[in-house]
């Protein structure tokens, strides 16, 4: 239509759509890289990144049902937070490569290679999803009862391997008597 004029680099011309197969093509290559590196592990990660995000907005939703008021220290320390919980997952990978490290140091062979950094990664998914039902029945929604058992299962199944892998602590405190 000649009397609808196009901003100059606007998407619908030759211009807007190259750019816009750049950022795709860029996009794609950066995540296509981060999945290689993660390997096995990507798919906790970036489920646990979209439960962080959705756990802050329900907590931001949730904020005026509590008579909260937002404020830019509880935010702040809320991303926070959220970072730290993806330092954890990293600590969970240094302990799987130290694993790994000995493993082949001494010629065992080990049938993994990011089994505690998952199960962080799962135990922190839980948490969130947790917090994020809170959220959900702060706001007034109801929620489904099995729906709250059957998270907190799976949390304290992820708790209970590393306990029977002997990565609950008890190896490090020198266990009991050594008081």
Same mark, same amino acid.
């Given at each position: 239509m000649p009397w609808v004029m196009e901003p100059e680099g606007s998407f619908f011309d030759g211009k807007g759509v190259f750019a816009m197969e750049k950022m795709k093509a860029v996009i794609t290559t950066v995540m296509g890289g981060v999945m290689g590196m993660?390997?096995? !592990?990507?798919?906790?990660? *970036?489920?646990?990144?979209?439960? +962080?995000?959705? &756990?802050?907005?329900?907590? =931001?939703?949730?904020?005026?049902?509590?008579?909260?008021?937002?404020?830019?220290?509880?935010?702040?320390?809320?991303?926070?937070?959220?970072?730290?919980?993806?330092l954890l997952v990293a600590v969970g990978a240094v302990m799987d490569w130290l694993l790994?490290?000995?493993?082949?140091t001494v010629g065992i062979s080990l049938p993994f290679t990011f089994l505690v950094a998952c199960v962080v990664a799962i135990? !922190?998914?839980?948490?969130? *999803?947790l917090?994020?039902?809170? +959220?959900?029945? &702060?706001?007034?929604?109801? =929620?489904?009862d099995f729906l709250m058992r059957a998270v907190r299962y799976v949390k304290q199944q992820a708790e209970g391997k590393m306990g029977e892998n002997g990565l609950d602590g008890s190896a490090m405190d020198g266990g009991e008597g050594d008081e």
């Open positions: 993660l390997g096995i !592990l990507a798919v906790p990660v *970036l489920v646990l990144v979209g439960c +962080n995000v959705v &756990d802050y907005v329900t907590g =931001l939703l949730a904020a005026k049902y509590r008579r909260q008021a937002l404020d830019s220290y509880r935010g702040f320390r809320g991303i926070a937070k959220k970072v730290c919980m993806w790994l490290y000995a493993s082949e135990w !922190l998914i839980c948490n969130e *999803l917090s994020i039902m809170e +959220n959900i029945a &702060d706001i007034g929604v109801p =929620l489904p």
